[in-house]
């Protein structure tokens, strides 16, 4: 059990990719960023001074220091003093790092809030900032644009490029660009990579990898026509990866039979 207003590694990681996931202040001291820079999935740094400053939210909030002693429990109860739900992470860091759950690298985070592609997404283009704005970077905005100027918008704007040809990520060998985003971030822990099987095949055309990949297809082509604005579409398609997450966490082998008995 935790303790008073703690949350354990396990418990926390069944939030992060969902709408309902916490927002993550890590404020571990800098040379313990430094000798090991990585991070829970969408934390963000913060100076445990700055606790009794940051933002109002009526989010739920969880902090995470080393070990998780003095700076999570300082900083949070802060955070309540200011009427914000907030709690520790139980054990920290390091407590999260024992258990080997998924940590993705600093360096890539940094870059990693203003990301541009090509316009007219349907598979790929959505799934991917499904992906970062629920693993990598809650607050990451997507510029859609004509094909021919994704790379040089990427240059002039300091935008992350993907989902093209010498896009920062993108398809390689049989590998989509869900993929590549994977394993740059180490996102690889099993209902994410049962969502990748999905979106690979439907977005690859080879339906034969995964039963679910010809239903994604039609879903996201029907998306495509029903909206004209494409952020309006990707705010439409966040539910869509929602739901197949959740599928490929806790339902996946899952079946439906109805009715029972029927003649085959």
């Known amino acids: ?11 926390l990681l ?14 571990r001291l800098a040379e313990d960023r430094d000798a090991d820079p990585f991070s829970i999935p969408t ?27 003095k700076l999570s429990e300082g900083a949070a109860a802060l955070l309540r003093s200011r009427g914000i739900a907030a709690e520790g992470l139980e054990g920290g ?19 990693s809030n203003l990301w541009v592609t090509r316009h007219r997404p349907k598979i790929d283009r959505i799934a991917c900032p499904w992906l970062i704005r629920r693993f990598i970077a809650p607050d990451a905005r997507f510029l859609f644009v004509a094909p021919s100027q994704v790379l040089a918008v990427a240059e002039r704007f300091s935008a992350v490029s993907f989902d093209i040809e010498g896009a920062d990520y993108t398809h390689a060998a049989d590998q989509c660009t869900f ?15 049962r969502v990748a099987d999905v979106v690979r095949a439907a977005d690859t055309d080879r339906h034969d990898l995964s039963p679910q990949a010809a239903g994604l297809l ?4 029907g998306l495509s026509r029903m909206f004209k604005d494409d952020l309006a579409q990707l705010e439409a398609g966040m539910t869509l990866y929602d739901a ?11 079946g439906h039979d109805w009715p029972q ?4």
């Open 43 to 69: 934390a963000q740094a913060l100076d445990y001074r700055s606790a009794a400053s940051f933002g109002s939210t009526e989010r739920r909030v969880v902090v995470v220091c080393h070990k998780g002693l």
């Open 261 to 264: 008995g029927r003649a085959q």
């Open 1 to 11: 059990m935790p303790s008073f207003c703690q949350i354990t590694p396990t418990a």
């Open 179 to 193: 993929d590549a985003l994977l394993t740059a971030y180490s996102l690889d822990f099993p209902a994410l990579k």
């Open 14 to 27: 069944r939030l992060i990719g969902t709408p309902d996931a916490p927002i993550i202040l890590d404020v």
């Open 244 to 254: 197949l997450y959740r599928w490929a966490r806790d339902g996946y082998e899952e």
């Open 218 to 221: 039609a879903v996201s082509v």
């Open 93 to 111: 860091h390091v407590a999260w790092r024992n258990e080997g759950l998924p940590v993705v690298p600093d360096a890539l985070v940094a870059k």
